[in-house]
């Protein structure tokens, strides 16, 4: 599965929108984008995933490039909960296949 | 929908001492379900894969012996630490896949802290 480079840290204000990217450059044509996000001292919770088009749910919405060698997930009005380590992660589909993990980047939702 | 339950949240073992922890798929059935164990400031460390009715998977490193993991139904794999030691001191997280559906996810508990004196 192909590696992803993320910025260690971010810093977002409370009520703006905080925009998380990743780069993917090596990503595979079959191999999809995955969010995911760890609250401190939790389980990491699934926040949204895609292959080549943008997509959006309740939580956020994640932004592709055209080429696919990078992406963006957006939290449109962060909140203080938000603050969490957030990983980005590609890999080919399949329920039994395995999410390597990499260091994430920590936001910090300021008040 | 897509819960995923761990028990115990937390234990405090002795050195020597073996621990069960259990993982559950409350609202929907897992096939596959993942164990991985997380040290402090650090990511996530997949240990082993575990596929219902079939034995697990485990990572280049991780001593399948010491770490038991059995998956006996569709809703519940269980990781025994045998023997624990301090530097088995973690914290362990499962994840759940969901079998079918148009959903392609992991699904996470909550995690078990695991202290060894």
């Known amino acids: 599965d192909a590696k992803t480079t993320q910025p260690p840290s971010m810093d977002c204000a409370e009520g703006r929108a905080a925009n998380l990217p990743c780069n993917h450059s090596?990503?595979?044509?079959?191999?999809?984008v995955y969010w995911y996000r760890q609250i401190h001292s939790q389980g990491p919770q699934y926040i949204i995933h895609?292959?080549?088009?943008?997509e959006t749910n309740e939580m956020a919405s994640l932004i592709i490039t055209e080429d696919r060698k990078s992406s963006t997930l957006i939290l449109p009005h962060a909140t203080l909960r938000d603050t969490a380590v957030y990983y980005c992660?590609?890999?080919?589909?399949?329920?039994?296949?395995?999410?390597?993990w990499g260091l994430g980047t920590s936001l910090a939702v300021n008040p | 929908g897509a819960v995923v339950s761990q028990h115990p949240s937390r234990v405090i073992c002795k050195s020597g001492t073996s621990v069960k922890i259990e993982c559950r798929s409350l609202?929907?059935?897992?096939?596959?379900m993942f164990w991985y164990r997380q040290f402090p400031k650090k990511s996530l460390m997949l240990m082993a894969t575990?596929?219902?009715?079939?034995?697990?998977?485990?990572e280049q490193g991780v001593e399948k012996d010491k770490f038991l993991i059995n998956h006996a139904s569709l809703t519940l794999s269980t990781l025994t630490v045998t023997s624990a030691h301090p530097e088995d001191s973690s914290f362990y997280i499962c994840?759940?896949?969901?079998?079918?559906?148009?959903?392609?996810?992991?699904?996470f508990g909550p995690g078990t802290r695991l202290t060894v004196l």
């Open positions: 090596t990503i595979s044509g079959n191999e999809y």
């Open positions: 609202d929907f059935q897992a096939t596959t």
């Open positions: 575990s596929n219902e009715g079939s034995k697990a998977t485990y």
């Open positions: 895609g292959l080549k088009n943008n």
């Open positions: 994840s759940a896949a969901r079998a079918g559906g148009p959903r392609d996810t992991q699904y």
């Open positions: 992660i590609v890999r080919v589909a399949g329920n039994n296949r395995k999410l390597i």
